[in-house]
């Protein structure tokens, strides 16, 4: 969603101070997109607020943001989420892609999607600006195969009662009122916000994922990622 | 008391804070158990009315419920809001499924900013409880309900009752807002057995499509509020009228300012002020000097409408922000920043050896005193780390402009011996040094029987005897100086910013050398066919990921 130039990636994980939650789901296959889609709508309604409009003399105000109810199709479960089509969009092609590369070949049905939030830190010139993560959450998915209809109603409402669970987990975290970043002057909010929506305004953040092959080792799409994140896209 | 800590202002704030969370949290919960999914617009705009940046529509006959039940108190110790919700069957049977608490407990956060963080918390708490009222399992019963059974809500003020909940139930907690007042705390106890009980325990009341029509139920308990459909049909009013909130000339407009935090300023318009405040400037004038050395400073204010300057509902399209068009009031901007949205107070800040980071936080305002090419220590939480941005160059120039200061912790030996290599610095050792120092050096030639003040010292020097010879051996290891590297001097004073302006050249990191550089060039090479492998059994991939990037 940035239009100028990206930042070098991070090379060996997260940074010193970015706290990292993990959570991990078993789903069916269909039930992949509506349950990533429910934690990463649920984490970022926690981690978005109204567009910031700056006034003279360094004060700004906050818009307001909406949230809607989306009930999922496959799995017994609804969530909030903000209500902001820019951003569902954006989630649902991540998590596209994702089922997608968890369906290919050379997967046995486990991956990972990340939501990372960061900052961004102006370098001096020739080097690009840095990343810095501040939050880093983890989904780990394990896709299973049912046999029959009756396997597969049980799923429902068994994957339906973990998402609760995992909903709890993250309003736990939130509730810690960790490291947030600072509220930024008018010229650095494109360093913590992401200010490219027109209705709402979530901390830089961007998704990433990693599809587990029976070797264990990651392929493809790790180097997709760093491929999309060197070239200005 | 408490009171005398917290302005005045500040306290007014608080509750008003408090009395609309408390109300948020009412139509949230409520509006959760209608039955109906729910929706609303975000709004790039402020429009003044919606409290906590938040959408969150009120319902008229709601809030004049809570209203009823708050009777103009608020949530203290021992007096809690609570919503309790239960179904009712066709039967009559009735059965308690939830008690959703807000409370207030007595652990106070002094330190905290009432008007930016307590404000922040309280909307993010509000979007937990979004979330948490979407899971618990009365969510899946509400939204079947009105053929079977219906979910009704009571709002009742003061001791938290949970005996109706049954045996097992469970617990969630939403969140916690910690404030100067007391510490504000939201959760959910909800029945998990959900197993109709007997149904002498419950009321037989008139079926329940009465219950529909009239909107109102009347329990029996004289002390207990009446019970309220949770399917509020706006359309279906039998005609009572509700005052809408919007009359009641609460209006919360809010707005936050960032400046750098050493400005951190109390503004106080004359009206507002009985006595000259210990610090008064004019805010806006501050040299903006402080943006230059973190590009992460600032500190937030809320500014406000006070309600009793006139602002009712006329106003409210407008996006009411500072007085500036307005002669009726003057914004009342209050310090604002908190743990994560400003500097932290300094009583939270290890301690460093800039003592301008003191100083600032300590006399707010006496301007703007700043070691000028100091980089911000304060920032303790920031995640930024200083990475020497590649610059390559040898230390060689910069250690030997370094004075001479202090004998290395582990050095047994006469000051007057001092060598470069004792400099109070990490990695001093890696330094290139003057070969008639060498003699000098301890590592290389140690003292003939130290006295060992620690077993790391014995170790240090067993291992520099042993390769005394090759006069190589300080390389081996490092002399480990337990002074921390930032602290303050007390020979030679050298603060943060000459520290790290003399160390923005570090030496050149070792696996970068040539030799082991190649080294593991070596094993990639040796590891690409193998990869390469892999990438051709994909290549199809790669290509319509190529095609994805046209």
Redesign the interface.
Known sequence: PLSSRCCAPRSAGP????RAEVLEVSVEGRQVEEAMLAVLH?VL??RS???F???K?????????????V?CDFI?F???R???EELDRALRKAVGEFKDALR???SDGMGQISLEFY?K????WP?SD?C???ELWTIKVNVVNLANEQERQICREKVGEK??EK??N???V??R?E??????????VD?VFDTSL???QPYLYKISYQITDSLGTS??TTM?RL??DT?A? | AMDTDLSSQDRKDLDKFIKFFALKTVQVIVQARLGE???????????GS?WF???IKDIPEVTHEAKKALAGQLPAVGRSMCVEISLKTSEGDSMELEIWCLEMNEKCDKEIKVSYTVYN?LS??L??L???T???PA??LS?KQGHEYVILYRIYFGEVQLSGLGEGFQT?????VGTPVGTITLSCAYRINLAFMSTRQFERTPPIMGIIIDHFVDRPYPSSSPMHPCNYRAGEDNGAVYPSVEDSQEVC???????PPSQCVFTVTKAHFQTPPPVVTD??KVPVVG?AFS???????L?YQPAALGVGSADMGY?V??AGGLNAAHPHQLIGPG?????PPVPTQPAHGTQADQERMCTPLDGVHYSAATPSSS?D?????N?S??KSGSPHDLLETIFIRKVGAFVNKPVNQVTMANLDIPFAMFAPKNVELEDNDPMVNPPESPETESPLQGSLHSEGSSGSSTGNTHDDFVMIDFKPAFSKDDILPMDLGTFYREFQNPPQLSSLSIDIGAQSMAEDLDSLPEKLA??E??VK??DA?VET?Q
């Open positions: 940074a010193m101070n970015c649920t309604l926690h607020t109204g567009k409009h700056y006034k003399e360094g004060t700004y105000s906050i818009g307001t943001v909406g949230t809607q109810d009930d017994d609804a969530y909030v903000v209500s902001s290919g070949s050379g900052q830190k102006k370098s001096r080097f840095e810095i993560p501040w998402l609760c909903i709890i993250i309003v736990e939130m509730n009122h490291y947030l970043p600072k509220m930024p002057t008018q010229s650095e360093n027109k209705d709402v392929v493809t997709r491929i999309k070239l896209l | 999914k729910i929706c609303t617009r975000s709004s790039s705009s402020p429009t919606d940046n938040l959408a918390r993010l708490l979007k937990s979004l979330a948490i979407r899971v618990t969510y899946r939204r969630v907690r939403v969140g916690t407009t809010t707005s936050f300012s960032t400046s805010t806006l943006l590009h992460q400073l600032s500190s937030s204010r500014s996006p922000l500072f743990k994560e949205g400003g500097v920032e939480t920031e995640t930024v780390s990475s941005e590649g892999v990438h059994k994909n991939e790669f990921f990037l």
